[in-house]
Structure formats: structure tokens, C-alpha cells
């Protein structure tokens, strides 16, 4: 049964709601599973260079403020270009970063590299993809963006262990060379696929939020209502969920570039240390297939709530975990 009646769409076998979701799954994948497989690549650099561990860890820094100011233009870009050349452009950007990294031998090369077109690029691939997903549905649109964000989940669960089998292979600066011209080749076909709705299912969609919003009003507004930008910004609700936003990623992305390396210099093997980082991938991958599954069910707040809580005693839960383990060595 399709998610929105589309008389252009209907007889097809697949409604082509489904075949965005995918591409934008893949999309993800590969652009987060770079992303994250950053602390792989950590301790091979300190190694070949001697870098101190603060001095490479600016290069997720400038990559992470890079990537978040161009959060708000991408999106703009979204709403206004044709969305196969712009997502192109996005693939060029990765491929073109990752394949020069291989090539640097002083730390600013690296910052300038890793930071500025891998975080354009991957901000345009970033989270102003929801915005496509919801123009195709109206029905089970939970289900739609919880499997596009699963991608983030499966692409780190895979590229960890993929970064440490080609840097064991091939060494680190093949790797940056064969990540940068396969993730480029897969983002520009995803890059074909992406697109968005014929008007008339549009629509249907614009129609379909002004019914929500009129049953489900919970201060005085008109029945449907659009937000201008600075409008939006203005409102706690869009606040809060930023602070949220802010809150998670920067906690999530100190764990995911600082583990691997933390557990290499504890004795660990680089291939376990790797696994630690794709079990942060696979357990993502799980949550958000469960709750985009949930959020049709249990509202988008209350998912909300469910994941901060569990992220954030998960964190809270970490440093007794170090504690244990150093009682257990003096034992």
C-alpha cells in the first residue's frame, strides 16, 4: 500500500517514495561512515607524523564547525536547486577531500582538507535530508525517515572495520585513496535517484500537515501556518530541539573519534578497537529502524525523550565503567 496516492505512481510496483528512501539510506551511509571512521585513521597519523593527539584532533574540530555552519545554507540550496547537481556536487566535494588527504604531510594540510570540502560536502549530505523524505509522505513518514537515518547507523557500523582492514592492507594513505573514489562514485549514482515529488503529490502533502495541525493545535494559531525562517528560530520548541541536537552530536562525536585511538594505546588491537567504534554504528542502526517505527505511534516528542534519556545514561555510565576496569588491574 503506498504511503500517498500518486496518480503518476500508483500502478508502479514501487511507489518512488520508497526508491528516495533508499538512495538517501545509501546516501548516509556513506557520508556519516566517513564521518565517524575518522578515529580509525586517528592513531596511523599520529604514528606517521608524530602528531600530539590535541593537534589531530583539529582536524574533526575544524571538519565538526565547518560541517555544522553549513547546516542552514545546505538546506537553503535544498529548497532551491535542482537536488541530482547538488547532491553531485556533494560527491565531487567527498571524493575530492579524501583522495588528497592521502597526500598531506604537515598537520594544516589536514585541517585544510579534512575540514573545509569534506565538510561542505558532507554537510549538503547531512540533516537537511529529512526535508526531501517528508515532501514524498504523509503516511508512515516515521517509518521512511527512521530507515534513511538507519543509514548513519549501518554506514559506521561498516566503515570502521572496512577503515582497519584497508589501513592493515594497503596502509592509511590508500585507504584515503580508495574511500575518497569509491564514496564518490556511490554518492553520484544515489546522487540520480534523489529527487523531489511530482506537484501533485506535494500536494497532498502541504494539504495532509494543514489537517494535522488543526487537530493537534496546542496554542492559539491559525489552522496551518508557515514559518519564516526568523519566525522559527524564535520559537522554544525549535530551540530546544537545538540545544538536544547540540547536546548529542558534540557527546557523540567525542566518543566516536577518541575511542579507537584511547583503545589502541591501552593494548588493545586496532581490529577490536574498530569494533567498538561500528558497535556505536550497529546499536544506532537498531534505534533509529525501532524508533522510526515507534514515532508513528508514540509521537515524535515522546520518541525524543526516549533517545536523550538512553544516550545520556549511556554516557553517564561510562566513566564507571573506567573505574571498574582500573579496580580490576590493581587487583
Known amino acids: 500500500m503506498n504511503s500517498m496516492a500518486d496518480p503518476n505512481t500508483k500502478h508502479h510496483r514501487i511507489y518512488n517514495g520508497w526508491v528516495v528512501v533508499a538512495a538517501c539510506f ?10 565517524f571512521s575518522f578515529g580509525i585513521f586517528f592513531k596511523p597519523l599520529q604514528d606517521s607524523f608524530g602528531w600530539s593527539r590535541g593537534a589531530t584532533s583539529w582536524a574533526m574540530t575544524i ?3 565547518v560541517f555544522a555552519l553549513c547546516m542552514i545554507p545546505a538546506g537553503w540550496a535544498i529548497d532551491r536547486f535542482n537536488l541530482q547537481i547538488l547532491f553531485s556536487v556533494a560527491a565531487l566535494l567527498v571524493g575530492f577531500s579524501l583522495v588528497l588527504c592521502s597526500r598531506i604531510s604537515e598537520p594544516w594540510q589536514l585541517y585544510l582538507l579534512y575540514g573545509l570540502p569534506l565538510g561542505v560536502g558532507t554537510s549538503i549530505c547531512g540533516p537537511a535530508i529529512p526535508t526531501i523524505i517528508t515532501r514524498w509522505f504523509t503516511e508512515k513518514r516515521g517509518l521512511a525517515l527512521g530507515i534513511t537515518s538507519a543509514g548513519v547507523g549501518f554506514g559506521i557500523l561498516a566503515a570502521a572495520p572496512l577503515s582497519n582492514i584497508l589501513i592493515t592492507a594497503y596502509g592509511w594513505r590508500n585507504a584515503f585513496v580508495i574511500f575518497g573514489f569509491a564514496g564518490c562514485i556511490i554518492l553520484l549514482v544515489c546522487a ?3 529527487k523531489n515529488p511530482p506537484q501533485s503529490v506535494t500536494n497532498q502533502t502541504i494539504l495532509a500537515i494543514g489537517k494535522s495541525a488543526t487537530h493537534n493545535r496546542t496554542h492559539p494559531l491559525l489552522p496551518f501556518q508557515t514559518m519564516t525562517f526568523r519566525q522559527a528560530i524564535k520559537t522554544r520548541e525549535i530551540l530546544l530541539i537545538i540545544l538536544a541536537s547540540i ?11 577518541h575511542i579507537a585511538p584511547h583503545a589502541m594505546d591501552t593494548g588493545i588491537s ?3 578497537a574498530a569494533f567498538a567504534v561500528a558497535t556505536i554504528g550497529g546499536f544506532s542502526l537498531l534505534g533509529r529502524m525501532v524508533m522510526g517505527f515507534f514515532q508513528d505511534k508514540v509521537g515524535v516528542r515522546n520518541s525524543m525523550v526516549i533517545c536523550l534519556t538512553t544516550m545520556g545514561g549511556c554516557m553517564a555510565a ?4 573506567q573505574i571498574r576496569s582500573d579496580l580490576l588491574l590493581v587487583r
Open 26 to 35: 545509501v546516501l548516509w551511509a556513506v557520508a556519516f561512515g566517513i564521518q
Open 63 to 65: 571538519h565538526l564547525i
Open 192 to 194: 540520480g535517484y534523489i
Open 247 to 257: 547536546s548529542a552530536n558534540i557527546s557523540n562525536r567525542m566518543i566516536s573519534v
Open 270 to 272: 586496532p581490529s577490536v
Open 318 to 321: 561510562l566513566p564507571f565503567h
